[in-house]
């Protein structure tokens, strides 16, 4: 439990360097680049201290970031500049707990108690109703349409991507084998590399072909001026969401089914009140703070009882 409360801290902070980096550089870019860094630094662990590329359980710890990060989080790079940091982290974080308990019930069997499954249903109502809309920032309707099919399509492939993880470490413990968390995370981020990367290379090649220029090295690059202001935001996302949060959601789910740690995690937008306050200068009203309240009321209960 306290390794998925952690990462749900972790993942508020990336929220919030995610939002300004995609603003700043668009939702490919901004991807790419976090993963890139993600994978520098959790390859330093894992060849150094970890088990590298090393397990029997390799193969699903590469396709859950297929799904995951590859899929899961350009989906969710799309939704956070037409939703905001706040919309795009409430749907995406309250509908990969529902996606995770039916796919791994139906894959793996796993049930889990009626108790169980009463705080998950009060920990996701806090959070709705701490970030549902109201006298929030309005947004234009088909601009809202775009964001929620991109939220949706990331929570799924999130949800699938987590059941996978879950799936390596059985096949892992199988074999005799016990992989850090370190290690799968950098094994994880490996199989998100290669979407994000074709999806960047789509955007910089149609924006050449729009502006009858080539593809040259330098469509890759952005201005010298304009990196001194993002490299700060791309570094704390990749640092604080997929390093060190994707981390923690590993150390977590070997332990625990997926549907409670993507619970425990969708406390992300409950963190992200003060920061969004701060950040982006959003109100937030009595129906928050009860929101806020109920859902960590939910937790309480999910970890006495579990």
């Not at 680049?33 to 150094?48: D, K, T, V």
């Not at 529902?98 to 705080?119: N, Y």
């Not at 959003?282 to 579990?306: C, D």
Request: contains cysteine.
């Amino acid at each position: 439990m306290f390794a998925a409360l952690l990462a749900a801290l972790l993942f508020a902070v990336s929220a919030i360097c995610g939002y300004r980096s995609s603003r700043q550089i668009g939702g490919a870019e901004a991807n790419f680049w976090r993963i890139c860094a993600a994978i520098f630094f959790l390859a330093l662990w894992a060849h150094l201290f970890g088990g590298g590329l090393a397990g029997a359980a390799l193969p699903y710890f590469v396709v859950s970031g297929f799904f995951g990060i590859g899929l899961g989080d350009t989906g969710y790079f799309q939704a956070l500049p037409r939703l905001g940091s706040r919309r795009a982290v409430l749907l995406t974080q309250c509908l990969i707990p529902l996606f995770a308990i039916l796919i791994e019930w139906l894959w793996l069997g796993t049930t889990l108690t009626i108790v169980e499954l009463l705080c998950i249903a009060v920990i996701l109502t806090g959070v709705a109703l701490a970030l549902a809309p109201g006298d929030h920032a309005k947004i234009p309707p088909r601009q809202l349409a775009i964001g929620i099919a991109f939220a949706l399509f990331a929570a799924f492939c999130g949800a699938l991507g987590a059941v996978f993880s879950r799936k390596a470490y059985f096949v892992a413990h199988a074999a005799g084998e016990h992989p850090d968390p370190g290690t799968t995370g950098y094994q994880r981020v490996l199989g998100g590399l290669l979407i994000p990367g074709i999806i960047l290379l789509a955007v910089k090649w149609r924006s050449a072909r729009a502006h009858g220029g080539v593809l040259e090295g330098k469509t890759f690059q952005v201005s010298r001026e304009k990196w001194r202001r993002i490299w700060p935001w791309i570094l704390g996302n990749s640092l604080a969401g997929q390093t060190l949060g994707v981390t923690c959601v590993q150390w977590a789910l070997e332990r625990k089914p997926t549907g409670i740690v993507m619970t425990i995690t969708a406390m992300t937008p409950v963190i992200l009140l003060p920061m969004t306050r701060i950040v982006e200068g959003e109100k937030i009203g009595i129906r928050s703070l009860i929101g806020a309240l109920v859902a960590v009321v939910g937790v309480i209960e999910l970890a006495f009882w579990h």
